[in-house]
């Protein structure tokens, strides 16, 4: 690993206690510039967590809360007239920012689910005539609360296929949750630094570029995600029933990105189907449709995605 993204990771921890994966997720999704969606129940550093990596790496930093009564132009701004001049002019909105989390993304309705689409796949924001372009890095990290809860709507499929990650948090361990409330209850949360610079992302951002993927490994990504398209032609019979609709083209193009950002969190210079597996669930878990007899049964993607990890010959 980097000394670099140890470094972050050390400034984190100092106000974040545990929840490693949620990290290395982040951070992947950062280096790879694909966004994030954080799925928990609240109280679990959600919203911590991403305050404190924004932080530490010194990037501009906006937060919306998304409530039931929000509108589009809340997030990416509107045309506000101006008496005095007789003119329109622009005012901007919280998109304009290298970090936006989006908190409790599905609390909020379609129309500003929708408002997002463009800015978090085409980087630009149309504002009355004018498109306006995102200055780079430029990533969402959205959290949200689980379906089952009051007052929540479903993100729609367009939309969670622009999220490359989509992590599930749980509860801290023991000895975590110990620490955590040892710590509240004194008040040593340590203040965050920026401690690193824009033009050492960058330089991090070049050497996951040249981590090497072996030919085996390539064609072992495209066969897990074939698999969960034409599970019966991988001897998964017993799973076909259960998918509506596999992963989408978007989940290879994220998978070959993000495994070489994982070797690179690991500190190795090529990538091993242990990277592959880490990240699979979390990469593909909200890109595969199941079917109704699969939401009857009990069934979720996570199974379905260790069924095919395990089924798929390792190169």
Do not use: W
């Not at 969670?160 to 110990?178: A, H, P, W």
Request: glycine share 4%; hydrophobic share 40%; aromatic share 8%.
């Amino acid at each position: 690993m980097s000394n670099k993204i140890q470094v972050i990771k050390n400034e984190v921890a100092k106000v974040v206690v545990g929840q490693e994966k949620m990290i290395d997720s982040l951070l992947i999704g950062l280096l790879c510039e694909g966004h994030i969606l954080i799925e928990g129940i609240p109280g679990l550093a959600k919203t911590t967590t991403v305050n404190a990596l924004s932080s530490s790496l010194g990037l501009n930093f906006k937060r919306v809360q998304f409530t039931p009564d929000l509108l589009p132009s809340d997030i990416i701004g509107a045309e506000i007239y101006d008496p005095k001049e007789n003119s329109f002019k622009i005012k901007r909105g919280p998109i304009f920012t290298n970090l936006l989390l989006a908190d409790e993304i599905n609390r909020a309705p379609a129309k500003v689910q929708s408002a997002l689409l463009e800015v978090m796949q085409e980087k630009q924001v149309t504002i009355g005539e004018q498109t306006f372009k995102i200055a780079p890095p430029f990533f969402v990290m959205a959290t949200q609360n689980p379906v089952e809860q009051e007052g929540v709507y479903q993100l729609p499929e367009a939309q969670l296929d622009r999220f490359m990650f989509k992590v599930k948090v749980g509860y801290n361990t023991k000895d975590e949750e110990l620490q955590i409330a040892r710590r509240i209850a004194n008040e040593t949360f340590a203040t965050l630094e920026a401690v690193v610079t824009m033009d050492e992302l960058t330089n991090i951002k070049d050497e996951i570029k040249n981590i090497h993927i072996d030919e085996e490994v390539e064609k072992y990504i495209i066969e897990i995600i074939y698999a969960t398209r034409n599970p019966s032609d991988y001897g998964l019979d017993e799973i076909s029933d259960y998918i509506q609709y596999g992963a989408s083209p978007r989940v290879s193009i994220d998978m070959f990105k993000a495994v070489k950002a994982m070797a690179y969190l690991r500190g190795k210079d090529f990538v091993t189907p242990v990277d592959v597996a880490y990240i699979s669930k979390e990469i593909m878990r909200h890109r595969i449709v199941l079917t109704y007899e699969a939401e009857a049964e009990g069934i979720t993607t996570d199974q379905i995605i260790e069924k095919v990890i395990t089924t798929v010959p390792v190169p």
